[in-house]
């Protein structure tokens, strides 16, 4: 009939199609490394979900071809330390695939978003790992080295703006007096808006949870930066630093575990923003998006019940 | 005219174009079977019998039921059979048909009974007499009996005429108002007449602007306006019309006529017009024969009874393996064949290319489908209770509003068909609610024997209890007697031994 309507499989390419300009910016900034990691995380998730399907005893070549895994393996790839060691991502996506996804009985039927529980997992367990960045651009055989244990960085690596700034202030030196250079925060935040643009455009994923997530973190960090300015980082921080458009676009949105009524979308996009900027502010960890969605994916079936929509007639 | 949007609907194109729509009438068929059991309602009772010559308008089937309507012969010849038929609905249920072999002849049978004048002259109530007789039906799929419902519409102030056209793909309504805009419009006044409305409207979607410009030519009643409407599937469902129209949302258990609107598809008004003006009963309907595997779509004016068969040999069809379906893509049915015949409701027969069916996938909860819901469910929601079995969630997610329309179902990425788990669930319910009641009245009935018995045996121990004390009383009594004659006896004994010296002596 009209338009032609996306199957499941083909919303699960798309999206990992609109991850490609943050992705390239990763590249361009902390070099091809992120690129290991996309691989290595995708080839274990692919091998991990084969596995447990067997266990359940269900088809396995439908599951593995619908793209779900392979996004997930991609979420978490890009999320972690480009420089992280191997171990670590495939450490990260078994246990999103098992315990994120297969364990509730496979796609659509997950309370939690899988990679962000594969990269809480991994930032309790191996915080060390988890935090440090590279500094520089790294050449591909020199990551390669890293990655696989050949050789280390040492001197290398450097904390995230935010956990930067975060340490910065427990150093009691007013924001103003740090100097950080996060352009390279900056172009990866514009890559992923770019790509999530594309996938509202679609119609892949709705305006609810982007739009009010990035306006739950602008109001949230507007309020702390009124209260003190020296204290807290600016409202334009908060949305071009960390992981935040890939959160509103890419990990929110995730419709498996995310708020399903155009209200509860709103009433939850908002909260993840306003816990973001929280989290990142008060919290122990450098970013906060893992621990904001999670939070959130609890309360998804209570925003749900509350804000079913009124029926026709009724 | 205060215009309300419904939420949701989609915009579908017709996805068998046709360039011209023409209302075709084609020859008699050779064999008309007829069903006599109706949409809803108790089967008609066939009141010819095999062997018998029947005459084109003649009732063949009547019941006294205001839910069903009887059933006339289409054609005259011959009354051939009265057996069992696998009817074209869902359930694949076989039911009794009269099937008549044509003379070729078509020959009429006086129907001029009732209002044979003037229909202005006659009262509403034998206007409704004459729908009945003439065995008028919703047209527009329902199938429901117009006097019946035109009769519950008593004292209504508008009338909306659906000019809509149910669904994508559906042309028959369009070429009837092309074919006879007059009949649209005189029907519609037989119809003010009768229900009293002040006004009518008739609602019709852009897309027919041949039939929008055959109407307004032929309209010039000032009751009578033609709102012409976003074409917009599900537009053409009443309440939807109505809020759409009228801005009044029929609330959940009501009908249009609770609120003071009368709803009547147009092929029923032409209908009605046939049957009042002209005193020809329903004994034919217009039917779109298109799908994608038809070169040439085609509106044919046919007989009732008639095959899906002989309808299809007036269009080509192409080679290969086909799907059938019939009254339309959305909320029609698939059939396994064309060993069927038209019947009063049947508004289009589809034969489409057969397609690869597309493997079914997990929900992702992505709410598409509460996108286009168009009367504002969580489709997932019910979804997720109705693969479950869980109907009382179901239910409190208001899966009875649903009104099947296969919206969700078509934009679904996962290919889930939702509705068919709807369906099922709905069913299940219904069993569910009537086990209760007999668990209920069942219980009802233990308890009952339960208090019968405690009463009995109550009651049984009071007497056994008065018994007892009669008894007692009795034997106190007894008691008392002998210790009265035993003392005459002592006084009696002792009177004796003061004689008995005497005596011996």
Not at chain 2, 380 to 387: E, H, N, T
Request: contains cysteine.
């Amino acid at each position: 009939m009209s338009d032609k309507l996306l199957n499941t499989n083909q919303i699960m390419r798309q999206v990992s199609y609109a991850l490609a300009l943050g992705v390239g910016a990763q590249v361009y900034f902390f070099g091809l490394s992120v690129l290991i990691q996309i691989v290595l995380a995708c080839i274990t998730g692919l091998i991990v979900e084969a596995i447990f399907l067997r266990l359940r005893g269900s088809e396995i070549k439908p599951a593995i071809i619908d793209g779900s895994v392979v996004l997930t393996a991609i979420l978490l790839a890009i999320s972690i330390p480009s420089i992280a060691p191997w171990w670590i991502i495939v450490l990260g996506v078994s246990f999103a695939v098992v315990f994120g996804k297969q364990i509730f009985g496979g796609l659509g039927n997950n309370p939690f978003n899988p990679a962000m529980l594969g990269y809480a997992f991994l930032l309790i367990s191996y915080p060390v790992q988890m935090t440090q960045w590279p500094a520089d651009y790294l050449s591909m055989d020199r990551a390669a080295d890293v990655i696989f244990g050949l050789s280390n960085l040492d001197g290398l690596t450097g904390a995230t703006t935010l956990d930067h700034v975060k340490t910065q202030l427990t150093m009691s030196l007013s924001i103003q007096e740090l100097e950080f250079n996060s352009i390279s925060q900056l172009w990866i935040n514009i890559g992923f808006l770019i790509g999530g643009i594309y996938l509202l455009l679609r119609r892949i994923i709705f305006w609810q949870i982007p739009v009010l997530l990035l306006l739950g973190i602008v109001v949230m960090s507007t309020v702390l930066f009124l209260v003190d300015s020296d204290q807290f980082a600016s409202p334009l921080f908060h949305v071009v630093n960390g992981a935040t458009m890939l959160a509103a676009f890419f990990i929110a949105t995730d419709p498996v575990s995310a708020s399903t009524t155009p209200l509860g979308r709103i009433i939850y996009g908002f909260l993840i923003g306003v816990l973001i900027v929280i989290i990142r502010v008060f919290g122990g960890y450098p970013d906060a998006v893992a621990f904001a969605v999670l939070l959130l994916n609890i309360t998804v079936p209570l925003i749900d019940f509350y804000t079913q929509p009124k029926v026709f007639g009724r | 005219m205060l215009k309300s949007k419904y939420n949701g609907g989609l915009r579908l194109e017709n996805p068998y174009p046709v360039t011209e729509i023409d209302l075709i009438r084609i020859p008699l068929p050779d064999k008309v079977v007829l069903p006599m059991q109706q949409r809803i309602g108790n089967q008609a009772i066939p009141i010819v019998s095999v062997g018998e010559r029947v005459l084109t308008g003649q009732i063949i089937a009547t019941i006294d039921d205001q839910r069903c309507a009887p059933v006339h012969a289409s054609i005259s010849g011959t009354v051939v059979a009265i057996d069992e038929h696998v009817y074209a609905h869902k359930s694949r249920l076989k039911g009794l048909c009269v099937t008549i072999e044509s003379d070729g002849k078509d020959e009429w049978v006086d129907t001029s009974i009732g209002c044979t004048e003037r229909y202005e002259t006659c009262t509403a109530n034998t206007i409704y007499n004459k729908i009945r007789v003439s065995g008028i039906v919703g047209m527009g799929g329902a199938g429901f009996p117009t006097h019946t419902k035109v009769r519950l519409a008593e004292g209504c102030h508008t009338l909306i005429v659906n000019a809509t056209e149910c669904e994508p793909g559906i042309t028959c309504d369009a070429a009837l108002m092309e074919a006879y805009p007059t009949k649209v419009i005189r029907g519609i006044e037989v119809l003010l007449h009768i229900c009293k409305a002040e006004r009518a409207i008739i609602a019709i979607e852009d897309d027919k602007q041949d039939a929008i410009a055959a109407l307004k030519k032929f309209c010039n009643n000032e009751k009578i306006t033609i709102e012409v409407m976003p074409t917009k599937y599900t537009s053409g469902a009443e309440k939807l019309l109505l809020k759409y129209l009228l801005g009044i949302e029929v609330p959940t258990g009501k009908y249009a006529s609770d609120v003071g609107v009368l709803c009547q598809n147009v092929g029923t008004i032409v209908a009605m017009f046939d049957a009042v003006v002209e005193n020809r009963p329903l004994i034919s309907r217009a039917v779109t024969v298109a799908g994608s595997a038809v070169k040439e779509s085609k509106n044919l004016q046919v007989r009732l009874g008639a095959s899906y068969d002989y309808l299809l040999s007036f269009v080509d069809i192409k080679e290969g393996s086909h799907r059938i379906s019939m009254n339309g893509l959305m909320m029609g049915i698939e059939l396994d064949g064309t060993n069927y015949s038209v019947s009063k409701n049947t508004n289009c027969v589809f034969v489409d290319q057969l397609e690869e069916s597309k493997p079914t996938k997990e929900c992702i909860r992505c709410g598409l489908c509460n996108t286009v819901c168009p009367v504002d469910l969580l489709p997932q929601q019910l979804y997720w209770y109705s693969k479950s079995k869980n109907t009382e969630k179901a239910v409190e997610y208001n899966l009875l509003d649903c009104i099947e329309c296969n919206c969700c179902t078509y934009v679904c990425p996962s290919q889930i068909p939702l509705v068919d788990y709807y369906q099922y669930t709905k069913a299940l319910y219904k069993q569910q609610v009537k086990e209760k009641k007999q668990t209920e009245i069942a219980r009802e009935r233990f308890e009952f024997r339960e208090l019968r018995l405690e009463r009995n045996k109550r009651e049984r121990a009071e007497m056994m209890e008065a018994k007892k004390i009669a008894l007692k009383e009795k034997m106190a009594k007894d008691k008392a007697k002998k210790a009265a004659i035993e003392s005459a006896l002592e006084r009696v004994d002792s009177a004796k031994s003061v004689q008995g010296p005497l005596d011996v002596g």
